[in-house]
Structure formats: structure tokens, C-alpha cells
T-cell receptor, first 111, second 116 residues
Framework: DQQVKQNSPSLSVQEGRISILNCDYTNSMFDYFLWYKKYPAEGPTFLIS?????DKNEDGRFTVFLNKSAKHLSLHIVPSQPGDSAVYFC??????????FGPGTRLSVLP | DAGVIQSPRHEVTEMGQEVTLRCKPI?????LFWYRQTMMRGLELLIYFNNNVPIDDSGMPEDRFSAKMPNASFSTLKIQPSEPRDSAVYFC??????????????FGEGSRLTVL
């Protein structure tokens, strides 16, 4: 019973184009959503977050969009760079308690 | 300041042996989490502590798994006896506060466990 889903295991994008990573969730009690990036042999690192009361948060090339009615969020990376190639995890916080992670999407940015 | 420190980075053991994974959280962080990463399930929460007290251990697979946090700067995850299906990367993460701001997690580099 996965509360946070990332239905695309992998995504390939050309350098300079937009990367869109999607995430769906089932629990209406989540109050924060976060994206983490993971390189091989390293731990995940925090990328960007959004509160459940917002619908957009932007940080440089990264923008996260939240659609609460659809229980859907997405991470946009533009322009994509080869260094963005990594596994991206969507995570949701359970009202100040624990964090639930999705299974991850492997992004490959092709030069 | 040093990040979350995990040891060992790699562990290869035989089925039935005891395995102990260690974690030192970031100083001042009061929440600590143990996650397991597998190909099939991604990052699964095993247990988390708040102020050294276990809050939710519902993710611990079975009685073979146990975790302790004797003080604010040290935690262990023990598997006894270990089985091949326990092979995975185990991550420890800490957070300054899960109730303030985003409460983002800071992860260690992980301990890759292989049980033969």
C-alpha cells in the first residue's frame, strides 16, 4: 500500500530541454512535500519542498507544482543539464511526524 | 559541521550472522530515521526516533530487526539472524525538527549490506 507513487521508473531528456518528474499521493494528511536527488553511492540530498498550502515553489532551475485536488505534484527542471542525471525521490511529511518516500524516478539527461 | 556518519559503508556476511549498522546524526538534530532502499520498494521507513525515543517502528520487517538510540549522538540497527532478503542499502537520516519548517532530512551515505 504505497502512499506516495512515482509511476515512471525512468525518464530520458535531451540536455537543455525540460524534465518533468511526477508524483501522486493518497494521504490527505500530508503537510509538506519534498524532492530529493540521489547520485550512485551517495545518500539522498534535499532539493526543493512545497507546503500543502501552496501550489508552486521555485528555486532556480527547479520548480515544484502541487495540485491538491488531484493529489499530484511535479518537479520541473529547466533547462536540464547532464549533472541532473540522478534518481529523484518524491517524499511527503505526515503532519510533523515521519516522511514517506516514493520509489524514485531515474532521470538521464543526454548531452 | 560533519554530516550524518554511517558505518560500515559495506558489509558482506553469511546468512544467520548478526549485523550491526551504526549511525551518528548531525549534532543538535533531535530526530533520527532509519530507511532501507531496495530496487522493488525504493526507500522504506524502518523506524524513527524523536529525542532518542522510538516513535514509530511499524516499518521494521520482523523481530529479527531491532534499533536503539542510547543517546543523542548514536544509533544502531541490528539484524539477528540475517537473511539474504535483508540485502539492501540502509540509510540513516537526521532532522533538526520534524515539526518546524520543512523538517527536511539529512541523509548519511548509506551502509550496503549483502547477505550471502
Amino acid at each position: 500500500d504505497q502512499q506516495v507513487k512515482q509511476n515512471s521508473p525512468s525518464l530520458s531528456v535531451q540536455e537543455g530541454r525540460i524534465s518533468i518528474l511526477n508524483c501522486d499521493y493518497t494521504n490527505s494528511m500530508f503537510d509538506y512535500f519534498l524532492w530529493y536527488k540521489k547520485y550512485p553511492a551517495e545518500g539522498p540530498t534535499f532539493l526543493i519542498s512545497i507546503s500543502s498550502i501552496k501550489d508552486k515553489n521555485e528555486d532556480g532551475r527547479f520548480t515544484v507544482f502541487l495540485n491538491k485536488s488531484a493529489k499530484h505534484l511535479s518537479l520541473h527542471i529547466v533547462p536540464s543539464q547532464p549533472g541532473d542525471s540522478a534518481v529523484y525521490f518524491c517524499a511527503a511529511r505526515n503532519y510533523g511526524q515521519n516522511f514517506v518516500f516514493g520509489p524514485g524516478t531515474r532521470l538521464s539527461v543526454l548531452p | 559541521d560533519a554530516g550524518v556518519i554511517q558505518s560500515p559503508r559495506h558489509e558482506v556476511t553469511e546468512m544467520g550472522q548478526e549485523v550491526t549498522l551504526r549511525c551518528k546524526p548531525i549534532s543538535g538534530h533531535n530526530s533520527l530515521f532509519w530507511y532501507r532502499q531496495t530496487m522493488m520498494r525504493g526507500l522504506e521507513l524502518l523506524i524513527y526516533f524523536n529525542n532518542n525515543v522510538p516513535i514509530d517502528d511499524s516499518g521494521m520487517p520482523e523481530d529479527r530487526f531491532s534499533a536503539k538510540m542510547p543517546n543523542a549522538s548514536f544509533s544502531t540497527l541490528k539484524i539477528q539472524p540475517s537473511e539474504p532478503r535483508d540485502s539492501a542499502v540502509y540509510f540513516c537520516a537526521s532532522s533538526p525538527s520534524v515539526t518546524l519548517g520543512t523538517g527536511e532530512l539529512f541523509f548519511g551515505e548509506g551502509s550496503r549490506l549483502t547477505v550471502l
